[in-house]
């Protein structure tokens, strides 16, 4: 009986500390455009110009392609992009984009590195050097997800 009880500990720990922690990931949808953001055509200039340098393919549209949507970063305004058909994979993966306010000009997070792939994601709650932590969520099968941390090193995003 006390195994019992111990697994059944076990798991509800597990459910709900699990749960909370899936529920704040984020995905961004059709509602989320450059014109919801309130992007101004020079800040679409400067995010589309670092996309374009991590972003596996190109195309034809980069404002019918990418949702933007505005976040807070901690100590700088942030903007988080995703792909949405040419920049997504066959499991629902789609590129993530994250640009940080820095000296009054949009600068990637992921510098000139590829764009990681991810279902969701996750701003936080953890903050490294004034920047939220990123934790991307992947599908790696039908059945199988793997999650990334990054944490920001001054400069850029780097896998924990």
């Not at 597990?14 to 509602?31: E, H, N, R, T």
Request: charged share 20%; aromatic share 8%.
């Amino acid at each position: 009986m006390t195994a019992r009880i111990a697994a059944f500990v076990a798991l509800h720990a597990i459910v709900c500390f699990a749960i909370p922690a899936f529920s704040q990931a984020d995905s961004l949808g059709p509602k989320d455009t450059f014109a919801a953001a309130k992007l101004s055509p020079k800040e679409m200039r400067e995010i589309i110009s670092g996309v374009e340098k991590s972003a596996y393919d190109t195309p034809d549209s980069w404002g019918n392609e990418l949702r933007a949507k505005r976040v807070e970063l901690g100590d700088s305004p942030g903007v988080v992009l995703q792909g949405t058909n040419l920049l997504c994979g066959g499991t629902g993966n789609c590129q993530l984009f994250v640009f940080r306010k820095a000296n009054d000009k949009w600068v990637s997070l992921f510098g000139g590195d590829q764009a990681p792939l991810a279902e969701s994601f996750q701003l936080g709650p953890t903050v490294t050097q004034g920047i939220k932590d990123l934790t991307v969520v992947t599908n790696t099968s039908a059945v199988t997800r793997q999650r990334v941390s990054y944490e920001f090193d001054g400069k850029i995003y780097q896998p924990k």
